[in-house]
Every structure is written in C-alpha cells, then in structure tokens.
C-alpha cells in the first residue's frame, strides 16, 4: 500500500489508481482531486435547546433507511428542508446544519441516501469510499428523498407546501437533480456540487443536462479554486440555466472545494459565514421559510 504524508498527495494516488481500475466514473473521478480527510471535530456546535433532534428511521418502499431529524420542539407544519450529505454521509457536520435550520423554525431532515450500499463512516480512506459512492443509483436517491418528504409531512412536524432542498459536494449535485424531480420543491441551495461529466447508468444525467428543466430558484455556491468543478463547468452551467432562469450562481474568488467544511483543512470562514446568509435569505425570499 502507498503511504504519503501530505494528505494533497495521498489523494492524487488514490484518484490515479480508482481511475486505472476503473472505480472512478462520473462524479466520482474528479471528487477524488479536491475532496481532503476529516481533521478535527466541527469547531461550530449547535446545540439541541429547545429542539426534538436526533436519530430517526425513515419508511421508504424497498425498506427503511436511517437520518436525522432537527425541529423546534412541539413544532408542527413546519417549513420542511432536506438536507442533502457529502460524501462522508451524515458525519457530525451534516446534523449539526439541521440543528442549525432547525433553530430557524424548520424541520430539517437528512435521509443517509446510500445506506443500502454501506455505511461509510467506518471507511478511511477514498479507495475505500469511492467505489461504494460509484454504485448509488440516482433513481434511488430520487426515490429516497421522496420518502422523506412523505415521512416528514406525515408526521405532522413539516409542510409540503414549503419544501426546501440544501446539499454540500455530492449533495450539492443532487441539490439540482431533485430541484427538476420534485415539482413540490420551491427552492434550493446547492453547495459546490460537481456540474457536468461522464455518464454512466448510475448517474444518467448531470445538472447542466437537467438545467433547462430546472424552474424553480435555485442557488449555486461554488468555489474559484475548486479542483474538482472546474470554473468553466460553471459557466456551462450558467449557459444551460439560460437567461430567463430563476436560479443563480455565486463563485467566491479562490475558495477551494469544501470551503463550508468547518472539519476539514478545506474550511473558509468568511465564505461560509456568506453562504450560510446568503441561504438564510434565499428561502425567505422564496416562501420557504
């Protein structure tokens, strides 16, 4: 096995040996450039004061699926976000942004979208977590999401009517691939999802193939130094959106890939601290709140 300490270096070997045996297609291939190791604990923690949050099974056709569920405690029909995971599934971060939405009055759900090929948070490395991302049919996230929302709203905590949808890198990309799935969708906002490469029958279509089918507001936050989303697939994105679309794309200058990561070496402050505003005021701007 090859070893390297600069974690830079690693990543390069493990994307050049995924690509050689074939692992890495679509997406996956150019993750593998810009995605960095876990380093250290969330530095920022949302309590759960005043919250019902915690571990929740949802009910979808092929059998349940584990996630997270954050809302005010007692709340009913509440404005309902899905949280779309990254790559690492739904780590500590990913509960801790429902927590965040929930203390905005949502009911903020995160499904583990690909619980039926494995679970990933014992894995170390990408040549072990790649692969297993390479097998997750989109039809199946589709599907999943759809139960979600389903679960929620019956329960009782969430309101279909104001449907939200947010996701980081993998989840960013489906971000815009639910955003034409479900016409109940009102907006989005997708964080540094990759836009367009190779197909393959896991993963059909892209979101610049989707993008002219995209009606509802969705936003875009991307970085300028993104290894793994070049800057010219945003523009082909911003193309393809077309100029009468309701969505847009901010670019940070110089930001790298997982700028919003606050456990990775990747984080941003500044950046994310705009995001995190710039989502807070797009949903209200567009009844999702």
Known sequence: MDTCDDPGKQVELTRRKLIAS???????????????????????????AGLDAGAVQIPTPTGPIPGYRAVPAGGRNRPLMLVAHEIFGVHEQIRDVCRRLAKLGYCAVAPYLYHRQGDVTGLKTLAELLPLLAKVPDSQVMSDLD????????????????LG??????????????????????????WYGRL?????????????????RIKVPVLGLYGGADAGVPLATVEQMRQALGP??????????????????????????AAAKDGWQRLIDWFKKAGVA
């Open 147 to 162: 139960a979600t929302v389903a679960w929620a709203v019956a329960s009782g905590a969430a309101d279909q009517r104001r």
């Open 244 to 269: 009468g679309s309701r969505s847009m794309i901010h670019v940070y200058p110089d930001m790298p890939h997982g700028f919003f990561a606050d456990y990775r070496p990747s984080y941003r402050e």
């Open 22 to 48: 074939g692992a890495a297609t679509g997406f996956v291939a150019g993750f593998a450039l810009s995605v960095q190791p876990v380093v250290a604990q969330s530095p920022i923690v949302t309590d759960s």
């Open 165 to 190: 949808i947010t996701g980081f890198s993998w989840g960013g990309i489906i971000v815009w691939l639910y955003a034409v799935h479900n016409p109940s969708v009102k907006a989005g906002v997708a």
């Open 196 to 212: 367009a490469g190779p197909k393959n029958e896991n993963n059909p279509a892209h979101p610049v193939d989707v993008a002219p």
